[in-house]
Each structure stands twice: as structure tokens, then as C-alpha cells.
């Protein structure tokens, strides 16, 4: 079956330290996202990407980093410049054309040690 | 910017009652608009959609038209289950920049 595939499902940060998120898909979708969502409130883009080796910030892309050297994967680093990375972490994909709706994956919940 | 405003939550009600969550849009364009649920835990998953004006969208007795004239695309249940407690969140397409979010909605059914 076709989808998206978070990893890890939790995962903590120590003071200081660089994490990364996996969101690898085999919809064949070009474009991919991701959100941060934090307790009781919507998603916030982070980042997204229409196409290979292009990216484009979103809202709230300070403290973030991502690559994207293949179409079914789409890594979120969260840098040490994040000084409040606590949050739950959504990558979702589509295809191009903006009346198609976006796939997620089951996210990753993010913590500080 | 498009933005999308979603009723307050938390809602709570009691199983077989009747369902509405407001949404309402602010858009230049013709956006497509969704319905999306959240279940503990989990991401995401398309619950319904709309594509253009009066279109209704529904899946699993939920219901929701995109009324342009209102900009509002409210979504509703006749009688509503303890598996339907979620968060529900409204949104809008804004390609390129992916899905604009209303701030999501709890609900809880008690039996």
C-alpha cells in the first residue's frame, strides 16, 4: 500500500544537538511538507518542496533545515537554533495542483532532554 | 493571506446528538477546501472535501458544503459516535504553499 512513512515516532534532543526527521513516501508525489503542530493549535508550515533539489520556507522555517536530493524523501533537521523544538511534526505530500488534498504521515513527536 | 477560523472547542456532546463545526475561509482565489481528522497520536487524515462552490463533500455521515456566498464550509453529523471523538481542523489549498489550517476543534462523545 501506498504512503508516507515517519521515523522515528519519538525522539529527544539533548542542549545543543542537531536531529533529523525522516518523511520518506512512495505515492510518486512531487510535493512534500511539513508542519510543526503544538498542543491545542493548528499546523504550521515549515518547509516544502515541489521538486527535487528545490525548497522553499514557509511560515516558520527558522531553526530548520531541509534536503531534497530524492523524490520520496524529504528530511527535517531541526538545528540547535531551534531553541523551542518541543512539538509534534508532520510531513505530508501531494501531487502538484493545488485542488489535490495532502497525504500525512503519523508524525513524530519531538522532545527536549 | 487566505486564512481559515474554526468554532472553539472543546465540544463535547452525547452519543446519537447532532453535529455542527463552524469554518469559516478568507481567500483571494477559488480555493479547494477540506475536512481533516486527528485521532491521539496519529496524523492527519482527509476526512472530506470540496473543490468548488456548492460542491458537498461527505464520508462516514459526515457532511460539508462550500457555501462562496458565506465563505463557510461547515461540517456535519446526524448522530454522532464515541469513535468520532477527535480533533477536527478545517482547511483551504493555497498551491504552492500547501494547506492553510483552522486551528482544529476537539471533540469528545461521551456514551
Given at each position: 500500500d501506498g504512503g508516507i512513512t515517519q521515523s522515528p515516532k519519538y525522539l529527544f534532543r539533548k542542549e545543543g544537538q542537531n536531529v533529523t526527521l525522516s518523511c520518506e513516501q512512495n505515492?510518486?508525489?512531487?510535493a512534500m511538507y511539513w508542519y510543526r503542530q503544538d498542543p491545542g493549535q493548528g499546523l504550521r508550515l515549515i518547509y516544502y518542496s515541489q521538486i527535487v533539489n528545490d525548497f522553499q520556507k514557509g511560515d516558520i522555517a527558522e531553526g530548520y533545515s531541509v534536503s531534497r536530493e530524492k523524490k520520496e524523501s524529504f528530511p527535517l533537521t531541526v538545528t540547535s537554533?531551534?531553541?523551542?523544538?518541543?512539538a509534534f511534526y508532520l510531513c505530508a505530500s501531494t501531487v502538484i495542483g493545488s485542488r489535490q488534498p495532502q497525504h500525512f504521515g503519523d508524525g513524530t513527536r519531538l522532545s527536549i532532554l | 493571506g487566505d486564512s481559515v477560523t474554526q468554532m472553539e472547542g472543546p465540544v463535547t456532546l452525547s452519543e446519537e446528538a447532532f453535529l455542527t463545526i463552524n469554518c469559516t475561509y478568507t481567500a483571494t482565489g477559488y480555493p479547494s477546501l477540506f475536512w481533516y481528522v486527528q485521532y491521539p497520536g496519529e496524523g492527519l487524515q482527509l476526512l472530506l472535501k470540496a473543490t468548488k462552490a456548492d460542491d458537498k463533500g461527505s464520508n462516514k455521515g459526515f457532511e460539508a458544503t462550500y457555501r462562496k456566498e458565506t465563505t463557510s464550509f461547515h461540517l456535519e453529523k446526524g448522530s454522532v459516535q464515541v469513535s468520532d471523538s477527535a480533533v477536527y481542523f478545517c482547511a483551504l489549498s493555497d498551491a504552492p504553499l500547501g494547506l492553510v489550517f483552522g486551528q482544529g476543534t476537539r471533540l469528545t462523545i461521551n456514551p
Amino acid at each position: 500500500d501506498g504512503g508516507i512513512t515517519q521515523s522515528p515516532k519519538y525522539l529527544f534532543r539533548k542542549e545543543g544537538q542537531n536531529v533529523t526527521l525522516s518523511c520518506e513516501q512512495n505515492l510518486n508525489h512531487d510535493a512534500m511538507y511539513w508542519y510543526r503542530q503544538d498542543p491545542g493549535q493548528g499546523l504550521r508550515l515549515i518547509y516544502y518542496s515541489q521538486i527535487v533539489n528545490d525548497f522553499q520556507k514557509g511560515d516558520i522555517a527558522e531553526g530548520y533545515s531541509v534536503s531534497r536530493e530524492k523524490k520520496e524523501s524529504f528530511p527535517l533537521t531541526v538545528t540547535s537554533a531551534q531553541k523551542n523544538p518541543t512539538a509534534f511534526y508532520l510531513c505530508a505530500s501531494t501531487v502538484i495542483g493545488s485542488r489535490q488534498p495532502q497525504h500525512f504521515g503519523d508524525g513524530t513527536r519531538l522532545s527536549i532532554l | 493571506g487566505d486564512s481559515v477560523t474554526q468554532m472553539e472547542g472543546p465540544v463535547t456532546l452525547s452519543e446519537e446528538a447532532f453535529l455542527t463545526i463552524n469554518c469559516t475561509y478568507t481567500a483571494t482565489g477559488y480555493p479547494s477546501l477540506f475536512w481533516y481528522v486527528q485521532y491521539p497520536g496519529e496524523g492527519l487524515q482527509l476526512l472530506l472535501k470540496a473543490t468548488k462552490a456548492d460542491d458537498k463533500g461527505s464520508n462516514k455521515g459526515f457532511e460539508a458544503t462550500y457555501r462562496k456566498e458565506t465563505t463557510s464550509f461547515h461540517l456535519e453529523k446526524g448522530s454522532v459516535q464515541v469513535s468520532d471523538s477527535a480533533v477536527y481542523f478545517c482547511a483551504l489549498s493555497d498551491a504552492p504553499l500547501g494547506l492553510v489550517f483552522g486551528q482544529g476543534t476537539r471533540l469528545t462523545i461521551n456514551p
